[in-house]
């Protein structure tokens, strides 16, 4: 089994500042795809970044030139530096990742257990 671990959110000014990591552990070969959604009440989830496992990275188009994904493979984590912060960035943040489980090349696909960004107008 694999665990996405997830640290950082809270609640921030407009115009603020926030860093989200998440660490992945458990019973894994390695890691391809890694990224974070969000999702406020009454919306669906919606993609905001992801980074693959040699660094290209794809942006939402509501949070280019403001947040940035990166990752560190030694430490399977990944981060999302949000800067300049909106009121409608609020939302509870999930990081996923794509695990390669198995010597096989088999995958499967995690997500961590959410967390509050709250950005205050």
């Known amino acids: 089994q694999v665990q996405l671990v997830e640290s950082g959110g809270g609640l921030v000014q407009a115009g603020g500042s926030l860093s989200l990591s998440c660490a992945a552990s458990?019973?894994?070969?390695?890691?391809?795809?890694m990224g974070w959604h969000r999702q406020d009440p009454g919306k669906q989830r919606e993609l905001v970044a992801r980074?693959?496992?040699?660094?290209?990275?794809i942006y939402a188009d509501s949070v280019k030139g403001r947040f940035t994904i990166s990752r560190d493979n030694t430490k399977n984590t990944v981060y999302l530096q949000m800067n300049s912060l909106k009121a409608e960035d609020t939302a509870v943040y999930y990081c996923?990742?794509?695990?390669?489980?198995?010597?096989?090349?088999?995958?499967?696909?995690?997500w961590g257990q959410g967390t509050q960004v709250t950005v205050s107008s």
């Open positions: 996923n990742a794509v695990v390669v489980v198995s010597t096989t090349g088999l995958t499967r696909v995690y």
């Open positions: 458990g019973s894994l070969v390695s890691i391809n795809g």
């Open positions: 980074i693959t496992s040699s660094g290209s990275t």
